[in-house]
């Protein structure tokens, strides 16, 4: 006998009120399986729960005997309770005793019913319980009575999870209170103690049984229009994480977003009586459950996509689309992500923000770039660490052993605390060395400059002991802003800037925007290889307004100072020709309105694509200085997008091919005597900087944390016997050169 249409939705109500008595776990559980035995029209309803050594034990039951409630406990896999937990799918059986997955327990008194069906009690994916009733005739139960049964094994995971009915025996996949540790790749070193933040919070379903069914269906309808829109407008516009790995993220979503078949079970889930909220929750938990068990890891590999596509689903049903960066943040707060764009990551106070935690996302990506400029403690590659955690939880930080402590061991805690203060007395160290230049054991002067980008890097400058200011980068300006900053909005930021550093040396960058740096109020329109599209200076020379405006906010903050401007992405000499035409007029508009003028303007170009490695001869005496990029002359040359985890790491900046150019643009830099520095990532890391002085370059910028350990390495060296080693080396082989200038380093005392 089939309940009616509106039997589920009466139990489900009846369930809420039984769950939210007063009485004892144990007495809410034996209410819970009285009251579904009663709907279901069942002789036996019974609920095991799964143990942390992995056995199903018999926490309640209405038809067993009451003697084996605690006592009957399931090995995993074993009988027909044990197989409903291992596939994680209901099961139904007329006559259960002859199936051969059948164990008899004599204790349980249930050899006299034959007819079974049992549902998988899942969250988050994972079995935590089985929910059964029995019958003494043999029978099959309809469709709508397992559906009954599905969705209240639904409503009985959700107040396990939120502690309505637990003991200290459950499983671990119910309760996350174990220590549990993550590797993943160092983007940013540091040590971090502090507590997780998830960056896009995790909506807890607490309103589970709906009132009315109509409201509910247009509610989900709403909500998925609007994901389904959000999701097209990503794509459309290419958003900040619009390259490589994550366009295909977006490309994922979209996918799931309009497929017929997820939606269809989400309308089941509503028919059953759940609000809209629970739909998305259990239709969630019965995919997660499916692909979990499918041996092929890339259809696992989709389950972060399930996952983003039901969490974000989920804040648009409950109306929180922001990010925690809006909420409130603890002192010490440690954001776990996914992945995430530049722009979010500056939307933090930087004063609680302590350590960065991502899925995804390369060691060079923008975002990557942004930690180390913040001087935060930073990882990616973390596979699965979103799902793992729960906000408030501890965590330690470990960014240079490329380790993420979740709910540390006091043990772990006390290690890291010594950890905390070496890495302290190791910085009072750099410290130290802040005055003291920055100048070769044989002699030989290296120029330390930082790099910045935003007011709050300016204190940097000082604290660090940098020799100015290598490259800041003006894009993260427009990237933070609402709208287009304004020319006075410019002028002011610019001319801070310069009042901050004194006689020191900055060198703007112009704007270098397009790319995977989308600015949300500039839309360029989708590109196939944005990396290779309209960006950087090919976007000022077609929208001359632009950088006009740009370069006219830089001449009036430079009145009486020395300005540097640097055009970034040139990949042919007439660009830097025509860009300094431009300059050239505002220059001569200046002088007509009579404003006080810079004292000095230079103005440099950045070497990052490759074909300019053929046209130095005639770029170098147009320039008054050059930077080579090198984040992206690496990228181009090994035809290997940084921001893609599964190349970024594919080639070694160390290797002889690079080294062998950096080496030429060097050689011809001192050629044409035209001052040359390197601003990108590799020049942070103290092997790599040694590296490059070893090849000629005497003007590095890096992170501001960068600046003193880098000092101290090169105090240590001999650059002439280092060049004479790397000439030798070059001359050799193939591979890498990593580890034959670790033993250089080692044999001679550098501190690399």
């Given at each position: 006998m089939a309940p009616s249409v509106g039997a589920p939705r009466q139990m489900l109500r009846r369930l809420r009120e039984v769950m939210a008595e007063h009485v004892s776990a144990q007495a809410r559980l034996d209410k819970v399986v009285m009251l579904i035995a009663s709907n279901i029209v069942a002789e036996v309803c019974s609920l095991y729960l799964?143990?942390?050594?992995?056995?199903?034990?018999?926490?309640?039951?209405?038809?067993?005997?009451?003697?084996?409630?605690?006592?009957?406990?399931?090995?995993?896999?074993?009988?027909?309770?044990?197989?409903?937990?291992?596939?994680?799918?209901?099961?139904?059986?007329?006559?259960?005793?002859?199936?051969?997955?059948?164990?008899?327990?004599?204790?349980?008194?249930?050899?006299?019913?034959?007819?079974?069906?049992?549902?998988?009690?899942?969250?988050?994916?994972?079995?935590?319980?089985?929910?059964?009733?029995?019958?003494?005739?043999?029978?099959?139960?309809?469709?709508?009575?397992?559906?009954?049964?599905?969705?209240?094994?639904?409503?009985?995971?959700?107040?396990?999870?939120?502690?309505?009915?637990?003991?200290d025996e459950v499983t671990e996949e119910t309760r996350r209170d174990s220590s549990v540790r993550f590797t993943g790749k160092p983007i940013s070193e540091g040590v971090a103690l502090g507590h997780i933040v998830l960056h896009e919070p995790r909506i807890v379903v607490t309103r589970l049984i709906g009132d009315d069914a109509e409201l509910e269906r247009r509610r989900l309808g709403q909500a998925i229009e609007d994901l389904t829109g959000q999701i097209d407008e990503m794509m459309e516009r290419g958003d900040l994480a619009r390259a490589g790995e994550h366009h295909?993220?977006?490309?994922?979503?979209?996918?799931?977003?309009?497929?017929?078949?997820?939606?269809?079970?989400?309308?089941?889930?509503?028919?059953?009586?759940?609000?809209?909220?629970?739909?998305?929750?259990?239709?969630?938990?019965?995919?997660?459950?499916?692909?979990?068990?499918?041996?092929?890891?890339?259809?696992?590999?989709?389950l972060h996509d399930i996952d983003d596509l039901s969490n974000r689903l989920l804040r648009f049903l409950s109306g929180g689309t922001e990010t925690a960066a809006t909420g409130n943040l603890p002192e010490d707060a440690i954001v776990i992500a996914r992945t995430m764009g530049a722009a979010e990551l500056l939307d933090y106070d930087r004063q609680r923000l302590r350590g960065l935690v991502l899925e995804e996302g390369g060691a060079n990506s923008h975002v990557a770039i942004l930690a180390r400029a913040l001087?935060?403690?930073?990882?990616?590659?973390?596979?699965?660490?979103?799902?793992?955690?729960?906000?408030?939880?501890?965590?330690?930080?470990?960014?240079?052993?490329?380790?993420?402590?979740?709910?540390?061991?006091?043990?772990?805690?006390?290690?890291?605390?010594?950890?905390?203060?070496?890495?302290?007395?190791?910085?009072?160290?750099?410290?130290?060395?802040?005055?003291?230049?920055?100048?070769?054991?044989?002699?030989?002067?290296?120029?330390?400059?930082?790099?910045?980008?935003?007011?709050?890097?300016?204190?940097?400058?000082?604290?660090?002991?940098?020799?100015?200011?290598?490259?800041?980068?003006?894009?993260?300006?427009?990237?933070?802003?609402?709208?287009?900053?304004?020319?006075?909005?410019?002028?002011?930021?610019?001319?801070?800037v310069l009042d901050a550093a004194g006689d020191r040396p900055v060198v703007f960058r112009s704007l270098d925007v397009g790319g995977d740096k989308v600015i949300p109020y500039f839309r360029a329109g989708a590109e196939e290889n944005p990396a290779l599209g309209w960006r950087a200076i090919r976007m000022a020379l077609d929208r001359p307004a632009l950088f006009r405006t740009q370069i006219r906010a830089l001449l009036r903050a430079a009145q009486g100072c020395e300005l540097r401007v640097m055009l970034p992405m040139i990949s042919d000499v007439s660009e830097l020709e025509t860009a300094r035409a431009l300059i050239a007029k505002e220059f001569a508009l200046l002088k007509k309105h009579g404003r006080p003028e810079p004292s000095k303007l230079k103005v440099g170009t950045m070497i990052e694509v490759p074909a300019l490695l053929w046209q130095l001869d005639n770029l170098l005496p147009l320039a008054d200085f050059v930077s080579v990029g090198s984040n992206d002359l690496v990228q181009f040359l090994y035809a290997a997008d940084r921001g893609n985890q599964r190349v970024a790491d594919r080639f070694d900046n160390l290797s002889p091919a690079v080294l062998r150019v950096l080496r030429q643009i060097a050689q011809a830099a001192e050629r044409h005597a035209t001052p040359l520095t390197l601003c990108g990532e590799m020049a942070g890391r103290p092997l790599e900087a040694m590296a490059l002085i070893g090849l000629g370059f005497r003007s590095i910028s890096v992170a501001p944390a960068s600046v003193g350990p880098i000092k101290a390495m090169v105090l240590s060296l001999d650059a002439g016997q280092l060049a004479e080693r790397l000439d030798a080396l070059l001359a050799g082989g193939e591979t890498s050169l990593r580890e034959d200038l670790k033993r250089f380093a080692a044999e001679n005392g550098v501190q690399a």
């Amino acid at each position: 006998m089939a309940p009616s249409v509106g039997a589920p939705r009466q139990m489900l109500r009846r369930l809420r009120e039984v769950m939210a008595e007063h009485v004892s776990a144990q007495a809410r559980l034996d209410k819970v399986v009285m009251l579904i035995a009663s709907n279901i029209v069942a002789e036996v309803c019974s609920l095991y729960l799964r143990r942390r050594d992995g056995s199903l034990e018999l926490v309640a039951t209405e038809g067993l005997n009451i003697e084996a409630v605690h006592s009957t406990h399931l090995k995993p896999g074993e009988g027909l309770v044990g197989l409903v937990a291992e596939q994680a799918e209901p099961k139904q059986f007329a006559d259960a005793q002859h199936h051969p997955a059948f164990s008899y327990r004599p204790e349980t008194g249930e050899e006299i019913y034959h007819s079974f069906v049992g549902v998988p009690i899942l969250r988050g994916g994972h079995t935590v319980g089985v929910l059964t009733v029995q019958n003494r005739t043999m029978r099959q139960y309809s469709d709508e009575e397992v559906e009954a049964l599905q969705t209240t094994a639904m409503v009985i995971a959700e107040t396990l999870a939120s502690g309505g009915i637990i003991s200290d025996e459950v499983t671990e996949e119910t309760r996350r209170d174990s220590s549990v540790r993550f590797t993943g790749k160092p983007i940013s070193e540091g040590v971090a103690l502090g507590h997780i933040v998830l960056h896009e919070p995790r909506i807890v379903v607490t309103r589970l049984i709906g009132d009315d069914a109509e409201l509910e269906r247009r509610r989900l309808g709403q909500a998925i229009e609007d994901l389904t829109g959000q999701i097209d407008e990503m794509m459309e516009r290419g958003d900040l994480a619009r390259a490589g790995e994550h366009h295909e993220v977006l490309e994922a979503f979209r996918m799931f977003a309009h497929d017929h078949g997820w939606r269809r079970r989400l309308d089941e889930a509503l028919a059953t009586g759940l609000t809209a909220e629970a739909a998305v929750q259990r239709v969630r938990n019965d995919t997660r459950a499916r692909m979990l068990r499918i041996p092929d890891q890339r259809f696992r590999d989709r389950l972060h996509d399930i996952d983003d596509l039901s969490n974000r689903l989920l804040r648009f049903l409950s109306g929180g689309t922001e990010t925690a960066a809006t909420g409130n943040l603890p002192e010490d707060a440690i954001v776990i992500a996914r992945t995430m764009g530049a722009a979010e990551l500056l939307d933090y106070d930087r004063q609680r923000l302590r350590g960065l935690v991502l899925e995804e996302g390369g060691a060079n990506s923008h975002v990557a770039i942004l930690a180390r400029a913040l001087d935060l403690a930073a990882l990616t590659r973390c596979r699965g660490v979103v799902e793992a955690v729960e906000p408030g939880d501890a965590a330690i930080l470990d960014a240079e052993g490329g380790e993420l402590h979740l709910r540390p061991t006091q043990e772990v805690v006390s290690a890291y605390s010594d950890k905390v203060r070496f890495r302290a007395r190791r910085q009072a160290q750099y410290a130290a060395l802040r005055d003291v230049p920055a100048v070769t054991l044989d002699d030989q002067r290296v120029e330390l400059h930082m790099n910045a980008g935003l007011l709050f890097d300016l204190p940097h400058l000082d604290q660090s002991g940098a020799d100015g200011i290598g490259l800041f980068r003006t894009e993260l300006q427009f990237m933070i802003s609402s709208t287009f900053p304004r020319l006075d909005q410019q002028t002011r930021l610019y001319k801070s800037v310069l009042d901050a550093a004194g006689d020191r040396p900055v060198v703007f960058r112009s704007l270098d925007v397009g790319g995977d740096k989308v600015i949300p109020y500039f839309r360029a329109g989708a590109e196939e290889n944005p990396a290779l599209g309209w960006r950087a200076i090919r976007m000022a020379l077609d929208r001359p307004a632009l950088f006009r405006t740009q370069i006219r906010a830089l001449l009036r903050a430079a009145q009486g100072c020395e300005l540097r401007v640097m055009l970034p992405m040139i990949s042919d000499v007439s660009e830097l020709e025509t860009a300094r035409a431009l300059i050239a007029k505002e220059f001569a508009l200046l002088k007509k309105h009579g404003r006080p003028e810079p004292s000095k303007l230079k103005v440099g170009t950045m070497i990052e694509v490759p074909a300019l490695l053929w046209q130095l001869d005639n770029l170098l005496p147009l320039a008054d200085f050059v930077s080579v990029g090198s984040n992206d002359l690496v990228q181009f040359l090994y035809a290997a997008d940084r921001g893609n985890q599964r190349v970024a790491d594919r080639f070694d900046n160390l290797s002889p091919a690079v080294l062998r150019v950096l080496r030429q643009i060097a050689q011809a830099a001192e050629r044409h005597a035209t001052p040359l520095t390197l601003c990108g990532e590799m020049a942070g890391r103290p092997l790599e900087a040694m590296a490059l002085i070893g090849l000629g370059f005497r003007s590095i910028s890096v992170a501001p944390a960068s600046v003193g350990p880098i000092k101290a390495m090169v105090l240590s060296l001999d650059a002439g016997q280092l060049a004479e080693r790397l000439d030798a080396l070059l001359a050799g082989g193939e591979t890498s050169l990593r580890e034959d200038l670790k033993r250089f380093a080692a044999e001679n005392g550098v501190q690399a």
